[in-house]
Nanobody, 125 residues
Framework: QVQLVESGGGLVQPGGSLRLSCAAP????????IAWLRQAPGKERERVSC????????YYADSVKGRFTISRDNAKNTVYLQMNSLKPEDTAAYYC??????????????????WGQGTQVTVSS
């Protein structure tokens, strides 16, 4: 089981930026598809963005397209989620997870393996 650790959350003003990191101490992340998901209180969990393990295919939810960018640095064994132009509705706990099915530009299957513990993002003035 891959152990995932998220970091980078915090409090930011609307319009600001944050970069979340997903690391896997002791495991090689470049063999895994990775998803970023979020869940706000009282709302359903949302798949925010996903990245494939091989060709760098990425998926974005419509709600974050043009604002968020997912990337991976295999040398650092880390997957990032750069979040720009943040809005109050982006406030949520953000989790990274391994994805067990193929990621395409149009779909990130809800087929997850390992999860991290989450990091809180709060967008507020």
């Amino acid at each position: 089981q891959v152990q995932l650790v998220e970091s980078g959350g915090g409090l930011v003003q609307p319009g600001g930026s944050l970069r979340l990191s997903c690391a896997a101490p002791g495991f090689t992340l470049d063999n895994h598809r990775i998803a970023w998901l979020r869940q706000a209180p009282g709302k359903e969990r949302e798949r925010v963005s996903c990245i494939s393990s091989s060709d760098g295919t990425t998926y974005y939810a419509d709600s974050v397209k043009g604002r968020f960018t997912i990337s991976r640095d295999n040398a650092k064994n880390t997957v990032y989620l750069q979040m720009n132009s943040l809005k109050p509705e982006d406030t949520a706990a953000y989790y990274c997870a391994t994805v067990l099915s193929v990621v395409t530009t149009k779909d990130c299957p809800a087929d997850f393996g390992s999860w991290g513990q989450g990091t809180q993002v709060t967008v507020s003035s």
